[in-house]
């Protein structure tokens, strides 16, 4: 299992919006990033350093952070957003090691 | 525009190596802002991080493969590699090489990955 746990799979209704949550020892420590894949392509950045976008992510995406919980939040989502959603940041050693979430699998109804 | 590309061989025997190269364009391997990373995904499952190398040569790998694991680069070509020893049908995958931020320590860029299928 992985060190950082998220919801296997989450549904939101067109337009509404969807918190997606990631939770683990090292995110008292370390800021999470969030990625979005979709079937058959490379995973893209969308959140990093808890609530920062890359350029050219829709601003419907944000992110945030409590005690040992990352969140990452999509407002108004959009058919588009259907995919799997993955959290990572280090391990808890705090060695330069990295994890990843197990993902989450987001249906947009 | 960053950009990074695997190549190498997508069948891989049982106890054999596995070999990949990432070869990185628009950006230097030997840029003190980023680490280089390998990350891999077997069929339907979710994102495991391999390993990761810095420009002074120092590597960093996954705890669970790191008596397999080796991350060398080639910065005459700009390229940075991955050997995995003694495969099973287990690390058969889907393997990127992506770029990891220095600072923010996200994974910002990804090659669009290949799949290694290992079997005899």
């Known amino acids: 299992s992985s060190e950082l746990t998220q919801d296997p799979a989450v549904s939101v209704a067109l337009g509404q919006t969807v918190r997606i949550t990631c939770q683990g020892d090292?995110?008292?420590?370390?800021?999470a990033s969030w990625y979005q894949q979709k079937p058959g392509q490379a995973p893209i950045l969308v959140i990093y350093?808890?609530?920062n976008r890359p350029s050219g992510i829709p601003d419907r995406f944000s992110g945030s952070s409590s005690e040992n919980t990352a969140s990452l939040t999509i407002t108004g989502a959009q058919a588009e957003d259907e995919a799997d959603y993955y959290c990572?940041?280090?391990?808890?050693?705090?060695?330069?090691?990295?994890?990843f979430g197990g993902g989450t699998k987001l249906t947009v109804l | 525009q960053v950009q990074l590309q695997e190549s190498g061989p997508g069948l891989v025997k049982p106890s054999q190596t596995l070999t990949l190269t990432c070869t990185v364009s628009?950006?230097?391997?030997?840029?003190?802002?980023?680490?280089w990373s390998w990350i891999r995904q077997p069929a339907g499952k979710g994102l495991e991080w391999i390993g990761r190398?810095?420009?002074?040569?120092?590597?960093n790998y996954n705890p669970s493969l790191r008596s397999r694991v080796t991350i060398s680069e080639d910065t005459s070509k700009n390229q940075f590699s991955l050997r995995l020893s003694s495969v099973t049908a287990a690390d058969t995958a889907v393997y990127y090489c992506?770029?990891?931020?220095?600072?923010?320590?996200?994974?910002?860029?990804w090659g669009q990955g290949i799949l290694v299928t290992v079997s005899s």
């Open positions: 190398i810095y420009t002074t040569g120092s590597t």
């Open positions: 990572n940041s280090r391990d808890r050693s705090g060695n330069h090691h990295w994890v």
């Open positions: 090292s995110l008292r420590n370390y800021y």
């Open positions: 992506a770029r990891l931020t220095y600072y923010y320590e996200s994974f910002d860029y």
């Open positions: 350093s808890k609530n």
């Open positions: 628009g950006g230097s391997i030997s840029s003190r802002n980023y680490y």
